[in-house]
């Protein structure tokens, strides 16, 4: 009931997470001394901080055992997410690359140097990577396998197509960060870290990466349309508009707000999966990794920040 009446007040929702799991410490526990690790996990390390400082410090508190698991799982899908979001990437040679980029896991010497985007470097140092990831035990290597290629094939499904309905917008963020959540859950369960069930929870783990996922759409609504994409779903835009780029003009920030807001709602609709989640979780470093950018400005605080705004 607490949560169901925050839903009236979107800034609620993160003190409620910070009371609830923590009391809001967002404290991390230093990262391993540099000369613990191989030369390539180190190389793998400065990746991760060169295309995600946030990530990097909560990767980097986790025990042990997950930390280079973990590590390695994140920069193959920035590296899939990489090709994706290259517009500069002809679809004749972007469809089958996304299709079959898992395999390239098992190459020690495939690496992708056409790339523009600005994270391109993963996939210029991707030997690197595959090389950590092949050192990895056989369960690892079996979950990051199998998760980089239903999100390479589900990306390809939304190449030239925007999403029209909610529906639409639920499978896309699957593709691109709830597989993210189902695969973080196996890993912790592979670990010991957490119960086998936690690697079972896949509507609860998928509603991690949905919430996440959507926030960051709503946020990212100016940088995307500039770059002529669409994730905001039709047939909620169009309820306030004929053209989403109208959002743009100052004379339409009413409607803009009230889309706002209606996509925010429905982003909304995934904290009690995120809540249920997190509270299933035994272990303090698995608990913090999924906690802070849940609360963070990655989640409900870009939530707070956007409604009414």
Not at 241 to 265: H, M, R, Y
Request: net charge negative; glycine share 4%.
């Amino acid at each position: 009931m607490e949560f169901v009446r925050s839903l009236a007040h979107p800034d609620e929702i993160r003190a409620l997470l910070r009371f609830r799991f923590g009391g809001g410490r967002e404290t991390v526990t230093p990262s391993p001394k540099e000369n613990s690790l191989s030369p390539t996990m180190k190389r793998c390390v400065w990746l991760l901080q060169k295309t995600s400082r946030s990530f990097a410090a909560v990767i980097q508190a986790l025990d042990e055992e997950l930390r280079g698991p973990v590590c390695i799982f994140y920069l193959v899908l920035r590296a899939l997410d990489t090709v994706e979001d290259d517009m500069t990437i002809p679809l004749a040679t972007k469809v089958p690359l996304l299709k079959t980029f898992y395999s390239r896991l098992e190459d020690p010497v495939w690496k992708y140097t056409e790339s523009q985007e600005k994270d391109r470097i993963v996939l210029e140092d991707f030997p690197v990577i595959s090389a950590e990831y092949r050192a990895l035990a056989p369960a690892y290597r079996r979950v990051i396998s199998d998760i980089c290629r239903r999100m390479g094939e589900g990306m390809t499904e939304y190449l030239e197509v925007h999403p029209d309905t909610e529906e639409d917008w639920n499978k896309y963020c699957h593709y691109v960060a709830g597989l993210v959540g189902i695969g973080l859950s196996q890993l912790f369960s592979a670990s010991g870290s957490e119960e086998e069930q936690i690697g079972r929870e896949e509507k609860l783990a998928n509603s991690m990466g949905l919430f996440l996922q959507k926030t960051n759409i709503i946020r990212d609504y100016l940088e995307d349309i500039n770059d002529g994409r669409i994730f905001w779903p039709k047939s909620i835009w169009t309820k306030f508009t004929t053209d989403l780029k109208n959002f743009k003009n100052p004379e339409s920030s009413g409607d803009a707000v009230a889309c706002l807001n209606c996509l925010i709602t429905n982003a909304l609709q995934h904290v009690p999966d995120v809540l249920d989640y997190m509270s299933r979780l035994k272990n303090r470093s698995v608990f913090n990794f999924c906690s802070i950018p849940q609360a963070s400005e990655k989640g409900a605080e870009t939530s707070n920040r956007c409604f009414s705004s």
